[in-house]
């Protein structure tokens, strides 16, 4: 079992930054891939970015140049950082970390952007 804790969530105005931290404690060892994604009202859950332990990244094109994803081993924390924030950012963001055989998700954390 992977266990997973967000935070970092919050209230900003458009063209502002937010920074989202996601902790993962437990079987942390068989995590090949973290990531986040994100869920507005009424609209499906979507991807954001991944990483995989090797580094790699994946973004969603919306959020392309304005959202880095990183992490930390050592730690097993895995950060989101979001910049030029729009309105349209604003969600639900949830925390993903996937073994080969389950995925595991956080409880979520709000992220409102004010126009």
């Known amino acids: 079992q992977v266990h997973l804790v967000e935070s970092g969530g919050g209230l900003v105005q458009a063209g502002g930054s937010l920074r989202l931290s996601c902790a993962a404690s437990?079987?942390?060892?068989?995590?090949?891939?973290m990531g986040w994604y994100r869920q507005a009202p009424g609209k499906q859950r979507q991807l954001v970015a991944t990483?995989?332990?090797?580094?790699?990244?994946n973004y969603a094109d919306s959020v392309k140049g304005r959202f880095t994803i990183s992490r930390d081993n050592a730690k097993n924390t895995v950060y989101l950082q979001m910049g030029s924030l729009k309105p349209e950012d604003t969600a639900v963001y949830y925390c993903?970390?996937?073994?080969?055989?389950?995925?595991?998700w956080g409880q979520g954390t709000q992220v409102t952007v004010s126009s």
């Open positions: 993903l970390a996937r073994e080969t055989t389950a995925d595991y």
């Open positions: 990483i995989t332990s090797g580094d790699s990244t």
């Open positions: 437990g079987r942390t060892f068989s995590i090949y891939l």
